[in-house]
């Protein structure tokens, strides 16, 4: 092989190798609440336009990761888009959030390395962190989306959950619904020539 040859491969394969160190890997879990219990469907949280996270009923409480969902992403997302169900108003809503660019700097940097627990003899222990990407939606139809050190706070959980970003939802009608609308009216009219046929 020519020494030219070489050196390209040597290119090559110290490219590859760089580009695999700076692409350190991540570690968080997708969590979703309501600010009420029951209320709300969840029926898309997308990522990035390419990352489909299920979800479905979805309890209470605000900025916990009560419904969690481990799906092993490969980096932090830029933006969120979701759609629920209001089961109150009987309604669709809408809304995207766009996060950080920095996310894993800030999951890295910002949040704490451990969170401290209460037992019921009041005694406090340390446990390592686990990173949580938390949306919840509130009773007036905001969503909203934390970065957090653990799944929930409480009084006995001393957590640090950091707001990354929060949109009212729009109303709208999702295309499933309108094709659902065109099939019962076309169906409608089918049935009223009939009918006039009939007569």
């Not at 340390?126 to 905001?142: A, F, V």
């Not at 929060?166 to 295309?175: H, I, S, T």
Request: aromatic content about 12%; charged content about 30%; proline content about 5%.
């Amino acid at each position: 092989m020519a020494l030219k040859q070489i050196l390209g491969c040597l290119v090559i394969l110290l490219s590859s190798l760089s580009m695999m160190s700076c692409s350190e890997p991540v570690d968080y879990t997708f969590g979703f609440s309501a600010e009420e219990s029951n209320r709300f469907l969840l029926f898309t949280a997308k990522y990035d336009d390419y990352m489909n996270v299920p979800a479905g009923v979805i309890g209470c409480c605000l900025a916990s990761g009560g419904a969690s969902v481990s799906v092993f992403p490969d980096k932090y997302p830029k933006k969120g888009y979701f759609v629920w169900y209001d089961k109150i108003s009987e309604s669709y809503y809408q809304a995207t959030l766009k996060y950080p660019e920095n996310l894993k700097e800030i999951a890295d940097k910002k949040l704490p390395d451990f969170y401290t627990v209460k037992d019921y003899k009041d005694i406090e222990s340390k446990r390592p962190k686990r990173i949580y990407l938390i949306t919840s939606i509130t009773s007036k139809n905001e969503v909203i989306t934390w970065l957090a050190n653990a799944k929930m706070g409480a009084s006995h959980i001393d957590r640090t959950i950091i707001e990354l970003d929060r949109a009212k939802g729009e109303p709208f009608v999702p295309e499933f619904i309108k094709e659902r609308q065109r099939k019962k009216a076309e169906e409608a009219k089918k049935n009223a020539e009939i009918n006039e046929d009939v007569n």
